[in-house]
């Protein structure tokens, strides 16, 4: 289930909901997942504010496949990829982008604060961890064809180390 709706004059609010009932191996499980987007152009001049939720939780029966994890660039950048897993997870992350250049050259900055939560059995074989506290990612980026292609530098914060990476939005996928 999902809704899409303007806020005002160009502002975007969307939301999406979804629920799933299953069975692993004779245990039946279920999953709850919700997504909600905000963006607000015109904030402070010619900034443009951005801001994702995403939470999810699954119940009963886990595979260690079908956990959540955190790190990485898509979701904590700076912090080792799929370090962090659990059974819940939520991930906020807010983004504030300016074209600096026409239509085509911007500045973004950015901060992620994500958590796993409840057990991860059977995740120390691929060396994550479950649980713990929040933890967060800061960075910068430069970005083009209106936010399509980015060149990000983040830091994760705490015990993170800073990573370069390219992001490409998913719908430049219909391009090749």
């Known amino acids: 289930m999902g809704r899409t709706g303007r806020v005002g004059e160009a502002s975007l609010l969307r939301h999406e909901s979804s629920a799933h009932l299953g069975a692993w191996r004779g245990s039946t499980f279920a999953e709850l997942r919700s997504s909600w987007l905000v963006q607000l152009p015109g904030v402070l001049g010619a900034n443009t504010l951005e801001g994702s939720l995403d939470a999810a939780a699954r119940f009963g029966a886990t595979p260690v496949q079908r956990l959540y994890f955190l790190g990485g660039p898509n979701t904590l950048p700076g912090h080792r990829w799929r370090r962090w897993a659990g059974t819940g997870v939520a991930l906020l992350t807010v983004r504030s982008s300016r ?11 950015f901060l992620s604060v994500g958590l796993t939560a409840g057990s991860a059995a059977g995740s120390e074989a691929w060396g994550v961890e479950s649980g713990g506290p929040p933890r967060a990612s800061v960075g910068v980026g430069v970005t083009s064809l209106g ?22 939005d998913p719908s430049m996928r219909d391009l090749f």
Request: charge should be positive; proline fraction near 3%.
């Open 99 to 109: 074209e600096i250049a026409g239509p085509g050259l911007g500045a973004e900055a």
């Open 147 to 168: 936010g399509m292609i980015r060149l990000r530098l983040a830091r994760g914060i705490g015990d993170g180390r800073t990573a370069l990476f390219l992001v490409l």
